[in-house]
C-alpha cells in the first residue's frame, strides 16, 4: 500500500487517536481482491487481508483515528457525534493516485460512542458489504469494502448477533456534519477545515473567484446527481441524517438501505423511520434540506463586511439543486425507458409508465427489464387497469416509431439492471453466513459485479422474480 497520511494533518480536535480492538476468533468473510488490486495492495497485504480487516494488523505510516462529527439526526440537532464504531486505519493511493480512506466499521468503542458498545454485527456487515459492491457497479458512488471478518464473539442485539468487522473505502468521510461539529465546537478551525476539503477534494475551486463558493456550488451539484443516480436505481438511504452524506457526492452509511421492488415511492425501508422522513419519494427534498442546513455552517467564511452577500450567494447555489437533480434524473429515466431525451413528450410518457407501476404495485426493476425485452403482453397482462396501459403504450409507440429504436435500445441495456440486492437475497445470505457458510455471499457478489449482465449460470428464479402479492417487503433497522 502506498500510504498518503492526510487527515491527521488537521487540528487535533478534530480526531482521537486509538488502535482498534479485535474482537475474539476473527476469521475470513469475504475479500474483494479486484478492489485490493485497484488499491494497490501488494502480495503481502492480500495474504494478510483477515488480519487488516479484523483489526489485528494495522500500519506504522497512519496512526488510526476516529473522527468527531454533528449532525442532524431525522430533522433533529443531535449535538456531538462521530466515529463511535469505526476507526480510519489508513488513507492509501489508489492505481489512479487519488486518496482513499480506510474505515474499519466496529472496531471498537471510542470517545465518541456515547451508549454504543463500538461494534457491528455479521448482518449489517454483510449488507453494507453487499450493497458497495452493488451501487459501484450499478455506477452509483459509494463506499465500498475491499473485506469483511466474522468472529466468534456474541454481540448483544435484539437478540444475541455475532460480532464483525468491515474495511470500507471511500474517497471521502467528511461528512456535512462535519462542518456542523467545527461551527458549534470550534468556530476557529472553520477556514483551515474549508481549505483543507477544497485541496483535498475539489482542488479546481480554488481557481475560482472564491473558492469557498464554488466548493458549496460543486457539493450541491455532487449531491444532486448522487440522489438522482439513487432514484433511478430504486436505492433508499433510509437514514440521511446530516453525519451520514459526506462533502463529494458517494454514498455512505446506508444502514437500514434498500432497494425497492414493488413501485411504492412512499415506502419505508426504515422500520425506525416512524414519520416516514426518508422514504424514496422524500430524497430529493431531504438532500435539498440536509445542503440548507450545511451551507448555514459556511457563512462564518466570509469577513464580516461580506457576509450578507455570501448568504445571498450560497442560496443562489441552492437553486441550482432542483434543476441539477431534475436534468440528470429525466435523463436518466428517458435512457430506462428507451425514449430520446430531446422529444418533449418523453418525460410525460415516462410518468405515465411510472404511474402504471404505482397503481398496479409492479416490480420496478423487473418492469423496465420487461419493457426492454418489448414484452409488453406480459406487462399487460399485470394490469387491472388496462385502459391506463394502453394509453401508455400507444403514446410510447408512437414516440419511438420516428426514432433509431437500436440506439434507443443499446441505451436501454446499460440503464436497466436486471439485478439488484433485494433485502430477501441479502437476507438469505446473512443466515448461511450466520451457520458459516459464505457461498451465497460469494454467489450474489458475482452477479451484483455486473447487474446489467444477464447470467443465467449464477442466477436463482428468487432474484428476479416480483414479490408475490400478499408477501410485504423486509423493512429493516437502524440500530446494528
Ligand atoms: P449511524 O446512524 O449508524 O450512522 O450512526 C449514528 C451515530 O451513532 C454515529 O456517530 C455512530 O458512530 C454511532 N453508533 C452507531 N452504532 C453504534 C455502536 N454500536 N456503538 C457506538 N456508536 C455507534
Ligand atoms: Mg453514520
Request: charged share 20%; aromatic share 10%.
Amino acid at each position: 500500500m502506498h500510504f498518503n497520511p492526510r487527515y491527521p494533518s488537521l487540528n487535533s480536535k478534530l480526531y482521537h487517536q486509538q488502535q482498534p480492538s479485535p474482537l475474539r476468533g476473527a476469521k475470513a468473510g469475504h475479500f474483494n481482491e479486484a478492489l485490493a488490486d485497484e488499491l494497490q495492495w501488494s502480495e503481502e497485504d492480500k495474504a494478510n487481508w483477515v488480519e487488516i480487516c479484523s483489526g489485528q494488523k494495522t500500519f506504522a505510516e497512519f496512526t488510526p483515528l476516529a473522527m468527531v462529527y454533528a449532525g442532524h439526526q431525522f430533522g433533529q440537532w443531535a449535538g456531538q457525534l462521530g466515529d463511535g464504531r469505526g476507526l480510519l486505519i489508513g488513507q492509501i493511493l489508489n492505481q489512479h493516485g487519488q486518496t482513499i480512506d480506510l474505515h474499519l466499521k466496529g472496531a471498537g468503542s471510542t470517545p465518541y460512542s456515547r451508549m454504543g458498545d463500538g461494534r457491528a454485527v455479521l448482518r449489517s456487515v454483510i449488507r453494507e458489504y453487499l450493497a458497495g459492491h452493488a451501487l459501484n457497479a450499478l455506477g452509483v458512488a459509494s463506499s465500498h469494502a475491499v473485506g469483511f471478518t466474522t468472529s466468534t464473539q456474541g454481540v448483544q442485539r435484539e437478540t444475541l448477533e455475532l460480532g464483525a468487522m468491515l474495511l470500507r473505502t471511500s474517497e471521502c468521510h467528511i461528512r456535512l456534519g462535519h462542518f456542523e461539529w467545527i461551527n458549534q465546537y470550534a468556530p476557529e478551525l472553520l477556514t483551515e477545515f474549508t481549505q483543507k476539503c477544497i485541496e483535498w477534494h475539489y482542488p479546481e475551486c480554488l481557481e475560482a473567484d472564491n473558492p469557498n463558493l464554488a466548493f458549496a456550488k460543486a457539493v450541491i451539484e455532487r449531491t444532486a446527481i448522487m440522489i438522482a443516480k439513487w432514484q433511478l436505481v430504486g436505492f433508499a438511504h433510509g437514514v440521511m441524517n446530516t453525519d451520514n452524506l459526506n462533502i463529494t457526492g458517494s454514498t455512505l452509511d446506508f444502514g437500514p438501505y434498500g432497494f425497492m421492488e414493488r413501485f411504492r415511492p412512499n415506502w419505508i425501508n426504515n422500520h425506525s423511520d416512524y414519520q416516514g422522513r426518508y422514504t424514496y419519494q422524500n430524497q430529493p427534498s431531504i438532500g435539498h434540506w440536509n445542503l440548507w442546513t450545511w451551507l448555514n455552517n459556511l457563512i462564518p467564511l466570509a469577513k464580516p463586511e461580506h457576509k450578507e452577500q455570501f448568504k445571498h450567494d450560497l442560496a443562489t447555489c441552492l437553486e441550482q439543486f432542483e434543476p441539477t437533480f431534475l436534468h440528470h434524473y429525466g435523463q436518466g429515466l428517458c435512457e430506462k425507458i428507451g425514449l430520446p431525451h430531446f422529444h418533449k413528450d418523453s418525460l410525460d410518457c415516462s410518468f405515465a409508465f411510472l404511474r402504471i407501476l404505482q397503481t398496479e404495485q409492479l416490480d420496478y426493476t423487473q418492469s423496465f427489464i420487461r419493457l426492454q425485452n418489448k414484452a409488453y403482453k406480459a406487462l399487460r397482462d399485470d394490469c387491472l387497469d388496462l385502459r391506463q396501459f394502453d394509453a401508455f403504450l400507444h403514446q410510447y409507440q408512437g414516440i419511438r416509431n420516428n426514432q433509431d429504436t437500436d440506439e434507443l435500445d443499446r441505451v436501454m441495456q446499460s440503464a436497466n439492471p436486471h439485478y439488484i440486492l433485494r433485502n430477501h437475497m441479502a437476507q438469505k445470505a446473512i443466515e448461511l453466513a450466520e451457520r458459516g457458510d459464505f457461498s451465497e455471499v460469494d454467489r450474489l457478489f458475482k452477479l451484483l459485479n455486473q447487474p446489467y449482465q444477464k447470467q443465467p449460470e449464477l442466477e436463482t428464479e428468487q432474484d428476479t422474480a416480483p414479490l408475490p402479492s400478499d408477501v410485504p417487503e423486509i423493512s429493516v433497522s437502524c440500530s446494528s
